[in-house]
């Protein structure tokens, strides 16, 4: 059951402040000290909410409270946070060093795994159970969607091994299978995650996801109970003032959150909130969390 948001309000297109608010509740509010934000993704216990504010990586308790600086970097490209403290983020363009990682006290972020030759950026990342694997988007120079490879990274000694091409934004689901995205479309293929390997075929399951045209980045997240939210793309100028939905495993959707325009973006499992950004610029993912 996914039973709150924290959204990322926006009165204005450069006033953006993360407002949690419990799904039960009217009215969200605001956490002064994170204007700004973007990319947040959530703790394990859901109590904390890491983002990206232009200039560093931070993170405040859901609750309020002290914005807690933790790196300064130039661009994160999203981010996830294990069971062990550790956070695993992207490091984007101009200059990024691919998949790094940081205590979630802070300090000096070290590097996950290094850019390859022919790579751009490291992005999306999706720390897996059991927190010995990370799921990311390998971003090629050009970035185009055909440059894209979607790779499990192992985060012990950063040897990583390619799942797909061609895909962005990689969430694994409970049922035992890989979602990404390709421009508008979901696919889903099976996953073993113990061997680290697929198996069959990538099927089409969504076709009207929303993403971002300029990183190509799909806006859509999952919680570890399997609950997928979606921002939906209509295909023309309108897009970006889709509605988010909700879509369960018998492939019903419904309403997540009130009026557009509002893009969500990542969360962890087995918390209470996920996040809300609203926006109208496409530039961030849905996020969705499970207890």
């Known amino acids: 059951m996914i039973r709150s948001l924290v959204p990322l309000n926006i009165p204005t297109f450069s006033s953006v402040i993360i407002s949690p608010r419990r799904l039960d509740q009217p009215k969200a509010i605001e956490l002064p000290g994170t204007e700004g934000a973007m990319n947040p993704f959530f703790s394990p216990d859901g109590q904390w909410v890491a983002f990206f504010d232009g200039k560093r990586l931070a993170k405040v308790s859901v609750d309020g ?45 070290s590097p996950v795994l290094k850019l390859a030759s022919g790579e751009f950026f490291h992005a999306w990342p999706q720390i897996l159970p059991g927190g010995k694997a990370v799921l990311m988007s390998a971003v090629g120079d050009p970035p185009s969607i055909e440059n894209f490879k979607i790779h499990i990274v192992s985060i012990d000694d950063g040897r990583r091994k390619t799942l797909a091409r061609g895909g962005v934004t990689p969430r694994y689901v409970p049922s035992g299978h890989l979602l990404y995205v390709n421009k508008s479309t979901m696919f889903a293929i099976p996953f073993d995650i113990e061997k680290a390997e697929t198996r069959g075929t990538a099927v089409p399951v969504l076709d009207d996801v929303a993403y971002d045209s300029v990183a ?38 419904r309403a997540a959150v009130g009026q557009p325009p509002y893009i969500c973006r990542d969360a962890a499992p087995f918390t209470r909130r996920p996040a809300r950004r609203d926006h109208d610029s496409g530039w961030s993912q849905p996020g969705c969390l499970g207890l």
Not at 219 to 233: I, N, P, W
């Open 216 to 253: 190509n980045g799909a806006q859509f997240d999952v919680s570890r109970t399997g609950t997928l939210v979606y921002r939906r793309s209509s295909g023309d100028a309108a897009s970006s003032m889709m509605r988010v939905q909700w879509l369960d495993a018998a492939k019903q959707t």
């Open 65 to 109: 409270g002290t914005v807690v600086p933790l790196a300064d970097f130039d661009v994160m490209a999203g981010g996830s946070w294990s069971e062990d403290g550790n956070l695993i983020f992207g490091s984007g363009v101009p200059h990024s060093a691919g998949l790094m990682r940081i205590a979630s006290a802070g300090g000096t972020p």
